[in-house]
């Protein structure tokens, strides 16, 4: 876990400045390089003076940079700034609607036996997918119908929180093909490795062949980085196979997700 003074959702949810510097961010960013200050002021709800002195700061800060009277860009370290705290809301956003159980219409979950309409039942994660029996849990709720063992099944009236840890995400690094590309990869090496894992990703042709050259079938490859963090929020020890110049930034995500992860070393000495 990060220390509070460098975790972008505790930064942006307990200050209130650091949420409006957020949205001014965002809004040159949405409107550059024509930015009109009275505009935001309008969206945020405070003073023109009060973006001006944000605006300020940010350029002193070199987040925006400033091309003349009322004209302003994003800088790249804006950017990253603006794209780290959006991913901590996003996930934090997640764990509330995935995680933490509140009362709603109806949530599916998959029946781990037979189970008969108006009867409580225990709602629990298990393999990445919500499913329900007769066993005590955290959260619990009432099903709607009838359902055999192994099938879907809708539950209303949740309370509780679902017991939920994340899954330990698996990086391993490939090179580019300018750079040896799979042949580079110790084939054995890398299936030890996402034998031991419950979904695996590939971001990179390289990568993907390095993949099929251990046997192994990725789970996916479009959406490949999300498809991982996803599984990892959802308490899937995963694996993000990865052609090296997306390593950097798929490791920023993790930590932006507070996701732990191990980086493998895959290249053939």
Known sequence: MKPKDKDPLYIILRSKRE????????GVAENQPSVRQQEIAEILGVTPQAVSEYIRELVD???VKSQGR??????PKGVEWVINNAEALESYAKHITHDIVQQVAVWTAIADCNIRAGDKVGVYMKDGHIHASYKEQSACG??????????DLGVSDLVGIIELSYGLVHVCKVPRIQRGGSERVQPELLRDILEKVRFIGTCGIEADIAV???????NTFFGSREGVIEAAIHGLESALVVVD??????????????????IHDLIAP
């Open 245 to 262: 110049e997306d390593f950097t930034d798929f490791l920023k995500r993790l930590e932006a997700a507070n996701l732990r992860y191990v």
């Open 142 to 151: 009432i099903a709607i119908a009838d359902a055999k063992s192994g099938m």
């Open 70 to 75: 009322g004209s302003y860009v994003i800088t």
């Open 212 to 218: 099929k050259n251990t046997g192994l079938t990725p």
């Open 19 to 26: 949420a409006t510097k957020f949205q001014i961010l965002v």
């Open 61 to 63: 800060d070199e987040m």
